[in-house]
């Protein structure tokens, strides 16, 4: 690693004045020691370098300014480097007022450092302060919804950025303002087909907003109605009959043969903990129950293949057809649980996965056999041999 006497020389390259050449040259330098953790921990040591780097951000050479993002992207994806480069670099009011400018072309890299610094509930209150503060969640969100609105940037991680900040109360409190039309805006992307990044974040943040159940039969109202699009990924092609189709929600009722699922199991598996934090309430089972939800994880559950996506669903379908708790206890999020109860659910739990698992793994060996049998038969009727 570099010496002090090393890294001063390289603090002098990075003047505005200095000959573009040698800034690029130095700029591509840091690069690659962002690469890597001991690059990363020898620059968390010179945040005057960083705040250098950072200043270049400005530089009228789009190759330098480039590096200086990517070093940031690198820097603010290390946990420990978070402080330095909010406290002393202090890059926060500079990018959120960057990210207002619709002509901006390093919006992306501005929405993937935000996403990275806000991941850590101590940083994140200071990314959502200066948010409010220079930009507002609001306009924030009104952003993100307005296709087109930087033509030079996809925005699509401002949709991680709004999940992170939404694991803060009073950013929770603020998406979920009855008398504004915020968190609405954000229900149609959890079947945004082009991004899985920006339905991930949308679904990311629902679920974090459900973790407040006051707010739940608001949700579940007419006048919300997220169920739909909680449940339309998660919906497939299959028949239902004609008392369950009825029963469910008009956007899900007789849906075509060529309905897909949500391809990716991480998002599912969100999806059914929305779902699963909804039935927490008395009128939030109520709710889901009327609303036929069951039907729709059953055709689910028979589709789906992965292991803990299928133990999120089955989790979900115990409560939507056991039996209601005794007199006292229908809030589950009030619920105390005993520890010694505690660790032996988790137990349990990590034991019901690996049944599940062993379960898939011996149906797909047997598919595979199947297969296998299937084409040596195809094979010996060929040669006119049949086996």
Same mark, same amino acid.
């Given at each position: 690693?570099?010496?002090?006497?090393?890294?001063?020389?390289?603090?002098?390259?990075?003047?505005?004045?200095?000959?573009?050449?040698?800034?690029?040259?130095?700029?591509?330098?840091?690069?690659?020691?962002?690469?890597?953790?001991?690059?990363?921990?020898?620059?968390?040591? =010179?945040?005057?370098?960083?705040?250098?780097?950072?200043?270049?951000?400005?530089?009228?050479?789009?190759?330098?300014?480039?590096?200086?993002?990517?070093?940031?992207?690198?820097?603010?994806?290390?946990?420990?480097?978070?402080?330095?480069?909010?406290?002393?670099?202090?890059?926060?009011?500079?990018?959120?007022?960057?990210?207002?400018?619709?002509?901006?072309?390093?919006?992306?890299?501005?929405?993937?450092?935000?996403?990275?610094?806000?991941?850590?509930?101590?940083?994140?209150?200071?990314?959502?302060?200066?948010?409010?503060?220079?930009?507002?969640?609001?306009?924030?969100?009104?952003?993100?919804?307005?296709?087109?609105?930087?033509?030079?940037?996809?925005?699509?991680?401002?949709?991680?950025?709004?999940?992170?900040?939404?694991?803060?109360?009073?950013?929770?409190?603020?998406?979920?303002?009855?008398?504004?039309?915020?968190?609405?805006?954000?229900?149609?992307?959890?079947?945004?087909?082009?991004?899985?990044?920006?339905?991930?974040?949308?679904?990311?943040?629902?679920?974090?907003?459900?973790?407040?159940?006051?707010?739940?039969?608001?949700?579940?109202?007419?006048?919300?109605?997220?169920?739909?699009?909680?449940?339309?990924?998660?919906?497939?092609?299959?028949?239902?009959?004609?008392?369950?189709?009825?029963?469910?929600?008009?956007?899900?009722?007789?849906?075509?043969?060529?309905?897909?699922?949500?391809?990716?199991?991480?998002?599912?598996?969100?999806?059914?903990?929305?779902?699963?934090?909804?039935?927490?309430?008395?009128?939030?089972?109520?709710?889901?129950?009327?609303?036929?939800?069951?039907?729709?994880?059953?055709?689910?559950?028979?589709?789906? =293949?992965?292991?803990?996506?299928?133990?999120?669903?089955?989790?979900?379908?115990?409560?939507?057809?056991?039996?209601?708790?005794?007199?006292?206890?229908?809030?589950?999020?009030?619920?105390?649980?005993?520890?010694?109860?505690?660790?032996?659910?988790?137990?349990?739990?990590?034991?019901?996965?690996?049944?599940?698992?062993?379960?898939?793994?011996?149906?797909?060996e047997e598919e595979r056999k199947k297969k296998s049998d299937a084409e040596e038969t195809d094979k010996g009727q060929e040669s006119g041999l049949i086996r």
């Amino acid at each position: 690693m570099l010496s002090d006497t090393e890294a001063e020389e390289l603090l002098g390259f990075l003047s505005p004045d200095t000959r573009p050449d040698v800034k690029g040259h130095t700029t591509g330098y840091i690069l690659g020691l962002s690469g890597h953790r001991d690059g990363c921990r020898f620059l968390r040591s =010179k945040p005057d370098l960083l705040v250098a780097l950072f200043a270049l951000t400005s530089d009228p050479s789009i190759a330098i300014v480039k590096d200086c993002y990517h070093v940031l992207i690198n820097l603010s994806a290390d946990e420990t480097l978070h402080q330095v480069l909010v406290s002393d670099v202090k890059v926060l009011p500079v990018l959120s007022k960057r990210l207002l400018d619709p002509e901006y072309p390093f919006s992306d890299q501005i929405c993937t450092i935000l996403s990275n610094l806000s991941r850590l509930v101590k940083t994140c209150k200071t990314v959502f302060k200066v948010l409010q503060e220079e930009v507002g969640v609001a306009q924030l969100v009104d952003i993100f919804c307005t296709e087109g609105y930087n033509k030079k940037a996809t925005l699509h991680y401002l949709s991680p950025l709004l999940s992170n900040l939404t694991q803060l109360p009073e950013a929770r409190s603020y998406m979920m303002d009855k008398e504004r039309c915020v968190i609405q805006r954000l229900f149609p992307f959890t079947q945004y087909r082009a991004s899985a990044v920006r339905r991930g974040g949308v679904v990311g943040t629902l679920r974090n907003c459900c973790f407040d159940h006051a707010h739940h039969e608001w949700l579940l109202s007419d006048a919300v109605d997220v169920l739909p699009f909680l449940l339309l990924p998660l919906a497939g092609p299959e028949e239902l009959t004609e008392e369950e189709n009825d029963g469910l929600p008009v956007d899900l009722q007789y849906l075509p043969e060529d309905k897909k699922r949500e391809d990716d199991p991480d998002i599912r598996k969100m999806l059914l903990e929305t779902l699963l934090l909804l039935t927490a309430t008395r009128a939030g089972r109520d709710t889901l129950t009327h609303k036929k939800v069951y039907p729709i994880m059953r055709e689910f559950h028979g589709w789906e =293949k992965d292991v803990q996506v299928s133990a999120a669903c089955e989790k979900l379908v115990h409560v939507l057809i056991g039996d209601e708790p005794e007199q006292g206890m229908e809030n589950l999020m009030e619920v105390k649980i005993p520890e010694d109860v505690e660790v032996k659910l988790k137990e349990a739990d990590v034991k019901e996965l690996q049944e599940l698992e062993k379960m898939m793994q011996e149906e797909e060996e047997e598919e595979r056999k199947k297969k296998s049998d299937a084409e040596e038969t195809d094979k010996g009727q060929e040669s006119g041999l049949i086996r």
